[in-house]
């Protein structure tokens, strides 16, 4: 099976789990620091489904995401996570999406080829 560990998580023995969002990036994306000093974006991707909006929490290594704006529309291809954290005294959890690969909308040659590559590792299923 021809996977491109640059777009795909997983593998044969342990599952799957690849994420495609396309949509528009709904307010400014934010920077935050991580506890080992390193920096991601977050924001939320605006899409449809069975004509309800349905808004998609992103988050992305900052470089990834440096060119993101308010109203841009954009592919990501990533893998879904659910994260753990502390606030006020109480464990709290947050469901995202973390961006492997952001594609704007003028990228579709390359939006094309790392699509092609999830629907390769799809068929092999």
């Known amino acids: 099976m021809g996977k491109s ?20 990036v709904k307010q400014e994306p934010t920077l935050r620091e991580l506890g080992d000093g390193e920096f991601v974006r977050e924001f939320i991707v605006a899409s449809y489904l069975d004509g ?9 290594r900052e470089a990834l995401g440096a060119s993101l704006g308010a109203g841009d529309e954009v ?4 893998h879904v996570h659910m994260r753990f954290f502390a606030t006020g005294g109480r464990v ?18 390359a939006r094309t080829k790392a699509l092609s590559g999830v ?5 092999g299923l």
């Open 52 to 60: 309800r909006q349905v808004k998609t929490p992103v988050v992305c």
């Open 5 to 24: 560990k640059k777009s795909i998580e997983g593998d044969e023995n342990n599952g799957l789990n690849v994420v495609v969002v396309e949509g528009v």
């Open 119 to 123: 629907i390769q590792v799809l068929e």
């Open 75 to 78: 592919t990501i291809v990533g």
């Open 92 to 109: 709290t959890s947050r469901t995202e999406v973390v961006a492997k690969q952001v594609f704007g909308a003028r990228a579709r040659s």
